[in-house]
């Protein structure tokens, strides 16, 4: 039964992001608030993918997806979201030091585009953490099993907990 509860949960979850995604590509229509995937990511795919992506991490800077914007680079973030002046990625395009090919320079159309990105939230449609892989128990019990068993086992259960079983993990599960 609480499988089935998580699934709903998940499915209206899923939903909810989706109408929230969609509402963000509209938004921009309307003049509101811009979004990263729609609006600034192609920005960054002409003029920036060619050095800061996963495969070409320069600068240890990925500017192909949400979570390596949020993240930011060697220097730390690059975006201060609402604050123009504290964004270390709108100084570097608007004085044209990046990126450092002139021939890929950002049209003031483009510089424009980012300022009022990050003037306004600086919003992603998804959360940064959807671009993360997902762990299952897979990941998860291996772990336990080698890590935990130790002290939550068959000679030591402290915390009353022993966690070499499925059911004993749910238990646990159910605590937290």
Known sequence: MRSLTRILVCLIVSALRLVIASVGEASDVRGDALVFEVDVRPIFAKHCFECHTKKSYEAELNLSEAAGVRRGGELGEIVVAGEVESSRLFELVESGEMPPDEEKRLSTV?????????EGGARFAMSPNDDLPRLTEHDVVPIMLRRCTMCHGPEYSEGGLDLRTRKSMSLVACWV
């Open 110 to 118: 483009e510089i424009a585009k980012i300022k009022r990105w990050i």
